[in-house]
């Protein structure tokens, strides 16, 4: 269940291809366009090519030069759960609803030294990050790290801001992000900010932790962390009496609602924790992809996150009595 909100109109004025698999949009809202603080994202309400209607949320690069259009950049996923697809399938013209750019990324200004961290189109809300942070003065690095030299959109634009202080890490050319290394070789009260993938996530908080480091000094924003090669499975919720398929371009989370169970979420994004459910048995494997669980809790297979997390070879029997314990 999520909180409602006003939405409004917005309309496509540009979409730019960035790469094979990036376009950049500008949208134009009716009611006006506020400047989003680095960090924000923009809800958007998207129908695919099948006519479902999906709410996803884009990370904001920032407000056109004219001060009239949010700027948003997305990678197609393969596969995608039609977020990404609809996205691109998007023309100038095109009339779609948003809500207020939204921030739970928010970068402090006040750290004596920051390390910006990129995965892919991570970048998005990087980009601003650090055009702010030089715009202070700030001691700021970006490493920036994808897959191939294709995915490093915004590089040029990266180099003339940071010169130096910019590096890339294109892993088809063998070229290898140290993680902990580079959060070891930080000042003891720096922040590190980062948007990527579940693994590299997950690298970062293992390293931050081991360090003794502050945790409100890490910040991070996950992505991607849909199953590269989803598979159906299926999920039994005696206390229902209910079983039914998770489809492969569906998460437990949707399922579940689309069976009409009401389940708690917020981030969709494996964060926060709220869609945690219990596992009662599990045939096959259960696919963690949050960041949420510690690492004990994903290998004891006793919770998992709904909005991110799957099951390999099978299926799940689950609890949707899941509370938390309180504080
Ligand atoms: S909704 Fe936040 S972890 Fe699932």
Redesign the pocket.
Same mark, same amino acid.
């Given at each position: 269940m999520r909180i409602s909100q006003d939405w409004q109109t917005a309309t496509v004025r540009r979409s730019t291809p960035l790469s094979p698999t990036v376009r950049e949009l500008e949208l134009l809202p009716d009611a006006g366009c506020s400047r989003p603080a680095p960090g924000s994202h923009l809800p958007i309400r998207l129908t695919t090519a099948d006519g479902r209607r999906l709410t996803r949320q884009y990370s904001l690069l920032g407000r056109s030069d004219d001060g009239l259009a949010w700027r948003i950049a997305v990678k197609r996923c393969q596969p995608s759960r039609g977020g990404s697809a609809a996205v691109h399938a998007l023309v100038a013209g095109d009339v779609l609803q948003v809500l207020p750019p939204q921030n739970h990324f928010e970068l402090s200004v006040r750290a004596p030294q920051h390390l910006l961290v990129a995965g892919g189109i991570g970048i998005t809300p990087i980009l601003g990050m650090a055009q702010a942070l030089v715009a202070r003065g700030a001691d700021v690095r970006l490493l920036y790290a994808v897959r191939s030299a294709d995915d490093l959109v915004y590089a040029d634009l990266l180099r003339a801001l940071l010169g130096e202080r910019l590096q890339t890490f294109v892993s088809s050319q063998g070229q290898r992000l140290d993680i902990a290394a580079e959060v070891a070789r930080l000042q003891p009260d720096a922040q590190l900010l980062l948007c990527g993938p579940a693994g590299l996530t997950r690298a970062a908080q293992a390293a931050w932790h081991a360090g003794g480091r502050p945790a409100h000094r890490l910040r991070f924003e996950t992505f991607g962390a849909v199953a590269t090669e989803a598979e159906p499975f299926w999920v039994d919720l005696p206390r229902h009496n209910l079983r039914f398929q998770v489809a492969t371009d569906q998460t437990l989370?949707q399922a579940l609602d689309a069976n009409g169970i009401a389940t708690l979420?917020?981030?969709?994004?494996?964060? +926060?924790?709220?869609?945690?459910m219990d596992v009662l048995e599990v045939q096959g494997r259960v696919d963690h992809h949050?960041v949420?669980l510690s690492p004990a809790e994903r290998d004891a297979n006793r919770r998992l996150?709904? +909005?991110?997390s799957r099951v390999r070879g099978g299926g799940i029997v689950l609890d949707t009595a899941y509370r938390p314990d309180p504080a």
């Open positions: 989370l979420s917020d981030c969709q994004r494996g964060e +926060c924790g709220l869609c945690a949050d949420f996150c709904a +909005c991110v």
